[in-house]
């Protein structure tokens, strides 16, 4: 139990829920909601419970030992527009819990954009020392940079030192993000584990893209578009990438995001890709909807992440404690959001 324990607490950290929509014009008469919530995976009792406004939270399929997924919707007496008006921001840091700092990567950008991103002196240590395993989600090639830089280091003053392992990370991290941009998740680095393994976020955010339902059933043209990134979105859609800042287990953990966010039927649909985290997890997909339901708002999400920790030994365990923290990130994004609306309870 010991061993599951220290996990429980880097599972907690795999979700850090943020909304982005854009803008909520009118279109075609949208499918009924209870038949959309019903392909997200609730059953008719949960879909009768939302007019009680309480947030229902519930389990999705997970298709790997890796993976935990859960889902969650409510409905809100709030009209549309001002939920929308709400999550349409670009900045992560309204729903977001426990963002420290954040940024937008613009496609014509250089590494420097990434220059609030500061290293406390101990990361600085680690990375020096850098080996595969789970300390860093590293490449090979990654790690064999760091050890590169230690070699060259001898005989340079200490700040000097601190100063080319921040941009030889910055660097990495932009250098992540334009892959990404260029080619999609097959461009993903895989991180380097222990006795020559390697974990690939390409695989899991791929297997997260092709176990979205409601995208194949309503949104076909998004949901070929985001498996098959960078292809061409469909109209009514933009994207925004950004890096985040969290403290993870006490560390600063850095992750990249990708945002879709496409105008659907008079609300909204927003994919977001985690696709590199420094640390504690490997990535993870978010499925945001906004619709207007009976005299408010109904907002669902479903969210699947994936860490090497839920794997191996007493993995059922763990992925118990892992859905119950998922969950409860899950809801306290919505408190937060009830709390910026004024008019939840």
């Not at 519930?58 to 709400?86: C, M, N, T």
């Not at 064999?144 to 230690?150: A, S």
Request: hydrophobic share 40%; charged share 20%; with cysteine.
């Amino acid at each position: 139990m010991p061993g599951i324990v220290k996990h429980a607490a880097i599972i907690a950290w795999l979700l850090g829920v943020s909304f982005v929509v854009n803008g909520t014009p009118a279109f075609a008469e949208q499918p009924a909601i209870e038949e959309i919530l019903s392909v997200l995976g609730m059953n008719k009792a949960q879909i009768n419970e939302l007019a009680q406004r309480q947030p229902i939270v519930y389990d999705l399929s997970e298709g790997r030992s890796d993976e935990i997924a859960a889902g969650i919707a409510w409905y809100l007496p709030v009209p549309l527009a001002k939920v929308a008006g709400q999550l349409r921001t670009d900045d992560p840091d309204l729903l977001d819990v426990d963002v420290t700092a954040h940024g937008i990567l613009m496609t014509h950008d250089k590494a420097d954009a990434l220059s609030p991103v500061v290293l406390p002196s101990e990361e600085i240590e680690a990375l020096l020392d850098a080996e595969p395993g789970g300390q860093f989600n590293l490449s090979s090639d990654e790690i064999e940079n760091f050890r590169t830089l230690k070699r060259t280091a001898n005989g340079t003053p200490d700040e000097a030192i601190r100063d080319a392992i921040g941009q030889r990370y910055r660097a990495m991290l932009f250098d992540r993000f334009e892959a990404y941009r260029r080619d999609g998740t097959y461009a993903i680095a895989p991180y380097a584990r222990d006795n020559n393994q390697s974990v690939k976020p390409s695989v899991e955010l791929d297997q997260a893209a092709n176990a979205s339902v409601i995208l194949e059933r309503y949104v076909p043209a998004l949901h070929k578009a985001w498996i098959n990134y960078p292809a061409a979105l469909p109209p009514r859609t933009n994207e925004v990438f950004q890096w985040v800042e969290k403290n993870v287990q006490n560390r600063p953990a850095f992750i990249l995001r990708h945002h879709v966010n496409h105008d659907w039927n008079g609300g909204a649909l927003v994919l977001t890709r985690e696709f590199y985290a420094s640390h504690s997890y490997n990535a993870s997909q978010w499925v945001t909807g906004c619709l207007a339901y009976r005299d408010g708002t109904v907002v669902f999400q479903q969210v699947r992440s994936y860490a090497d920790q839920l794997s191996g030994v007493a993995t059922d365990v763990r992925h118990l404690i892992g859905r119950k923290l998922l969950k409860n990130k899950m809801l306290k994004s919505f408190e937060r959001l009830c709390g910026v609306l004024r008019h939840c309870h």
